[in-house]
């Protein structure tokens, strides 16, 4: 059997080796950890498109924050 935990781990790497080389040509700004954890998301049932549009609106949401953020160091400065 730990030959066949090897190879499925070894075929997970893989798999996440070539959709972060697609997310990077894709400039998703994902990380292979990021990834992954959308990868077993969905796997687990989780909506891509839904998922997707999560992910979207975390990201205005920090840039939100961290432009206010700055303005409150700018300030305090």
């Given at each position: ?60 949401q ?16």
């Amino acid at each position: 059997m730990p030959a066949a935990d090897d190879s499925k781990r070894k075929a997970a790497r893989e798999t996440i080796d070539i959709l972060h080389e697609i997310s990077t040509l894709l400039n998703t700004n994902l990380d292979r950890q990021s990834l992954s954890y959308c990868v077993s998301l969905i796997e687990n049932g989780v909506n891509p498109e839904a998922l997707a549009k999560l992910i979207k609106e975390l990201r205005v949401q920090n840039a939100r924050y961290e432009a206010e953020r700055g303005g409150e160091a700018a300030s305090v400065a």
